[in-house]
């Protein structure tokens, strides 16, 4: 969802030029990331990288990785473009698009070795839980774009949503559950920790977080 927000002078700027360097625009045909990345290594996807700090964080530690992240939230987005180009990262690319319509028509089939979904919009009232990014046609995309092995990561500090994502991921035959953990923001899963995390540990919330492996033969 398309939130709005200030831009900074700085991260104006970045939009404008360190997009060209960076960013990938929507075109609703298969990219090929061998390409893109002039690399044959595995890519990570990233779905709503908010301010950018998990992604640069991975995509520094991890170089024989390439790192696609995707997000609306512009100011984010110019943060991150910033944080790219002081990391003088080579293997990380934005696309500012819904991310829905990027894994339908950009992300081939069988290619993503990892998707992570850290913290998106619980959506808490109970009129608005169907725009939950996490629904059986979502986990089945996924699934789809994943190789055999690759896993699907998650992240949320609502317990309401936490429920609700055990609930649609138990219906699902193509993931298997390999690690859950409920903590107070002090044993992330695989990631460093994010602001939307520190401020919902500040807030009293438990941190939920998930590792699912695409099942075999799915």
């Not at 960013?23 to 002039?38: A, M, Q, S």
């Amino acid at each position: 969802m398309r939130r709005n927000g200030r831009l900074t002078p700085s991260q104006q700027r970045a939009l404008v030029e360190l997009m060209p360097d960076f960013g990938l625009e929507f075109h609703p045909e298969p990219l090929d990331f061998d390409e893109i990345f002039e690399s044959l290594h595995p890519t990570t996807l990233e779905i709503g990288f908010g301010n950018g700090d998990t992604l640069i964080e991975q995509a520094g530690r991890n170089p024989g990785m390439n790192f696609l992240g995707i997000d609306v939230h512009e100011p984010g987005v110019g943060r991150c473009l910033l944080q790219a180009r002081d990391a003088n990262l080579k293997n990380l690319r934005l696309i500012v698009h819904d991310a829905i319509e990027v894994l339908e028509h950009q992300i081939p089939r069988q290619s993503l070795a990892r998707v992570n979904l850290y913290f998106p919009d619980p959506w808490p009232k109970k009129r608005h839980r169907k725009r939950r990014i996490v629904q059986s046609a979502f986990v089945d995309l996924i699934a789809n774009r994943l190789v055999a092995g690759g896993t699907f990561n998650i992240a949320t500090d609502w317990e309401n949503y936490a429920e609700h994502i055990d609930e649609v991921m138990s219906r699902s035959n193509l993931f298997e559950c390999t690690d859950r953990r409920e903590h107070d923001g002090d044993r992330p899963l695989d990631r460093s920790r994010t602001r939307f995390e520190q401020r919902g540990v500040q807030k009293g919330h438990r941190i939920y977080d998930w590792c699912f492996r695409k099942a075999p033969n799915s």
